[in-house]
């Protein structure tokens, strides 16, 4: 398929069918990913598959998490957003609000449990970095994970970027066993769009070209 049309039909979903996703399907996304650039092909990522009743119990041990901690959905930043990115946000929130209160529930519930159980999906991906690399090398990280995302597109599977689980990235490493020299970066929920669901009806808006590109002549 095109590139450029896998990139634009695209979108995070969030609402998935009960059906199993093939280990060779899983495993050549994976390889995908790892065909990304890296600084002096150090190749930082790691990817820990987990599904079935073990992808259960870690859901059940965030839930539980999330009950005390409460972690919210946010931007992460200490100041506030320039307006650029403020008007984004709420663009988006414009045009998610309205399928999400189909679901009666607030919006910030839906996101936080919905994080937790990753949305229902029949495969969670963990992506993880030795603690020796700096965060510099993250880059490195994001440009396997986006082609893993288009690797899975083009395959027909769907997939959605969670980020607010990884403030439990402690208790993730401690349920799948991952080692302590390693940092959790993202999670990624896999599997089979519910097309009719109202959550997946979503697509949000992206900047303008003149708001990202900036020429110097």
């Excluded at 307006?83 to 999400?100: E, F, H, T």
């Excluded at 159980?117 to 969670?124: I, N």
Aim: aromatic share 8%.
């Amino acid at each position: 398929m095109d590139i450029q049309r896998l990139m634009q039909q695209r979108k995070s979903v969030r609402n998935y069918l009960d059906k199993p996703v093939l280990r060779a399907d899983i495993e050549q996304v994976i390889q995908s990913a790892g065909l990304a650039p890296s600084a002096i092909n150090l190749q930082p990522w790691e990817y820990v598959v987990t599904y079935g009743e073990e992808k259960d119990r870690l859901i059940r041990s965030l839930k539980k998490l999330h009950s005390i901690k409460n972690v919210s959905c946010g931007p992460g930043t200490t100041e506030p957003l320039p307006d650029k990115y403020s008007k984004r946000s709420k663009d988006a929130l414009k045009v998610m609000g309205p399928q999400i209160e189909k679901l009666n529930l607030p919006f910030n519930r839906f996101i936080e449990e919905g994080s937790c159980s990753f949305y229902g999906a029949p495969v969670v991906i963990i992506v993880v970095i030795d603690k020796i690399f700096p965060e510099l090398r993250y880059l490195d990280v994001g440009l396997s994970v986006s082609y893993l995302l288009l690797a899975a597109e083009e395959k027909g599977i769907s997939t959605c970027p969670i980020g607010l689980v990884t403030d439990y990235g402690d208790e993730i490493g401690d349920a799948l066993n991952i080692s302590q020299d390693k940092k959790v970066l993202l999670a990624i929920a896999l599997g089979y769009e519910n097309e009719v669901a109202p959550e997946n009806q979503i697509r949000t808006d992206r900047a303008p070209l003149n708001e990202i590109l900036t020429w110097y002549e």
